[in-house]
């Protein structure tokens, strides 16, 4: 689960979600992305005045097993190691422009 403290009143705060982990922050638009164990892939956006629970959740993809992965600070690429559910080696994936793929189904 994801956990936030607002550094002003120091009041504790659990974003929804199944288990999320690894959050990442895009400095530049102030989204926050996080996976899931079970591979979903989420953005949350950060509204003025509401409370981080109220925060549109967005699911953007199912990548499988995520050891872990890292974003830019515009929000716009990904570079993310997959763990293989094979016989093949772990994969090295770079999305280059986060919201087109999303636009078009990834």
């Not at 994801?2 to 705060?13: F, G, K, P």
């Not at 990442?24 to 989204?31: F, K, L, V």
Request: without cysteine.
């Amino acid at each position: 689960r994801i956990n936030l403290v607002d550094r002003r009143t120091s009041e504790r705060y659990v974003l929804p979600g199944d288990g999320g982990k690894t959050p990442r922050w895009s400095r530049a638009n102030g989204h926050l992305f996080f996976h899931t164990p079970g591979g979903e892939f989420f953005e949350v956006t950060p509204v003025a005045g509401a409370r981080p629970p109220e925060w549109p959740l967005k699911p953007l993809f199912h990548a499988g097993v995520l050891w872990g992965f890292d974003i830019d600070a515009r929000g716009q690429h990904v570079l993310a190691s997959i763990r293989s559910d094979s016989d093949r080696l772990d994969e090295i994936v770079v999305l280059v422009n986060l919201p087109k793929a999303v636009e078009q189904g990834l």
